[in-house]
């Protein structure tokens, strides 16, 4: 994604229900891949979307629409072939997010489910004599 023929869009909202809505949108309208989010002060958050240029202006002006009917959007924009460092920028955004929250463990849910469920069945619920 890092070559010449690419495009950074960005779609900013208030509040997350009308940025996962323009997310939603925009995956579902072209090829493109939605690389992360930021959040700010005050509720205002903003999707990154990259792909090629006419792929990313019409992902993000579905995105708008749909930003717009759900809730409230504030700015948008594409930049067609933005400088290496940009897009560096973003991604290193990406990367700080990920060390921040550490990955869950899988199975741990179904694991205490697990020993609910083998206490309940461990405590007899009459005597039998």
């Given at each position: 994604?890092?070559?010449?023929?690419?495009?950074?869009?960005?779609?900013?909202?208030?509040?997350?229900?009308?940025?996962?809505?323009?997310?939603?949108?925009?995956?579902?309208?072209?090829?493109?891949?939605?690389?992360?989010?930021?959040?700010?002060?005050?509720?205002?958050?903003?999707?990154?979307?990259?792909?090629?240029?006419?792929?990313?202006?019409?992902?993000?002006?579905?995105?708008?629409?749909?930003?717009?009917?759900?809730?409230?959007?504030?700015?948008?924009?594409?930049?067609?072939r933005p400088d290496r460092s940009v897009m560096q920028m973003v991604l290193q955004q990406l990367e700080k997010q990920k060390a921040?929250?550490?990955?869950?463990?899988?199975?741990?849910?179904?694991?205490?489910?697990?020993?609910?469920?083998?206490?309940?069945?461990?405590?007899?619920?009459?005597?039998?004599?």
């Amino acid at each position: 994604m890092l070559e010449n023929g690419y495009a950074l869009g960005m779609i900013e909202t208030v509040g997350f229900p009308a940025l996962v809505a323009a997310t939603d949108a925009a995956a579902k309208a072209a090829d493109v891949r939605c690389v992360t989010y930021h959040g700010a002060d005050a509720g205002i958050v903003t999707i990154y979307i990259v792909g090629d240029v006419a792929s990313v202006t019409a992902a993000v002006a579905v995105g708008e629409a749909e930003a717009r009917r759900v809730g409230q959007l504030r700015h948008s924009r594409v930049i067609p072939r933005p400088d290496r460092s940009v897009m560096q920028m973003v991604l290193q955004q990406l990367e700080k997010q990920k060390a921040k929250d550490p990955p869950k463990p899988a199975g741990k849910q179904a694991t205490d489910k697990q020993k609910n469920d083998a206490a309940k069945t461990a405590t007899p619920t009459s005597k039998e004599e």
